[in-house]
């Protein structure tokens, strides 16, 4: 299947400052991209969906300037956590539409590894 | 508001046990139901089932959709070890791409 890679793996940092995580699509344009938040024990929460060359569409509840998403290219996206607090630390997920379909069928989604952000 | 529920959240079988992982949704426009396998990273991609009475089928793990009764099984049978995961039940509308995740089976198999 289709590969999506996300940067960096883990990242810890302090209160107050910023944080990017990208969003890769290695052998496919991905034209929308997803980004999930996933709290221990918890399912998967769609924060927002990321379109190449337009606004990211966020879900009730997530605040879009504390969450930046700039989705510039067809194969990357970021996802910018600012001043981060320690309740956003958290498992951040970014998953790839690829729109030639797969098993998965049409629109299937592949997701990256994932992100683990520790803010102390 | 989308909905979908998993049942059990949790299980612990042994080895060689079989068992079954159920979905409910409620959602507006259907188009399909996925499941997804996590380990300790992201999920990965086990059945898409836009169909009703059609088992998918993949070594060990099958799955089949009611959509009369808007719900899901998973079954697993022969359980190892290595099956031990979070499994996630999520459903897609007609609409997009948007998947609405349930919260998820952790399933554990002991030797």
């Known amino acids: 299947g289709a590969v999506v890679s996300q940067h960096p793996s883990r990242v810890i940092c302090k209160s107050g400052t910023s944080v990017k995580i990208e969003c890769r699509s290695l052998d496919f344009q991905a034209t929308t991209m997803f980004w999930y938040r996933q709290f221990p024990k918890q399912s998967l929460m769609l924060m927002a969906t990321?379109?190449?060359?337009?606004?990211?569409?966020?879900e009730q509840g997530v605040e879009k300037d504390k969450f930046l998403i700039n989705h510039a290219s067809l194969t990357l996206s970021t996802l910018t956590v600012t001043s981060a607090h320690p309740e956003d630390s958290s498992f951040y997920i970014c998953s790839a539409r690829d729109p030639r379909g797969s098993s998965g069928g049409a629109d299937t989604q592949y997701f990256g590894p994932g992100t683990r952000l520790t803010v102390l | 508001e989308d909905k979908v529920v998993q049942s059990p959240l949790s299980l612990v079988v042994h080895e060689g046990d079989t068992v079954t992982l159920n979905c409910s949704y409620e959602v507006t426009n259907f188009r399909s139901l996925l499941w997804y396998k996590q380990e300790k990273k992201a999920p990965t991609f086990l059945f898409m089932l836009t169909s009703s009475g059609i088992e998918k089928k993949s070594g060990r793990l099958s799955s089949i959709l009611d959509k009369k009764e808007l719900f899901s099984i998973l079954n697993i049978t022969a359980t190892q070890t290595g099956d031990s995961a979070v499994y996630l039940c999520?459903?897609?509308?007609?609409?997009?791409?948007?998947?609405?995740f349930g919260e998820g089976t952790q399933l554990t198999v002991n030797p």
């Open positions: 990321s379109n190449e060359g337009s606004k990211a569409t966020y």
């Open positions: 999520a459903v897609k509308e007609t609409s997009g791409s948007r998947l609405t």
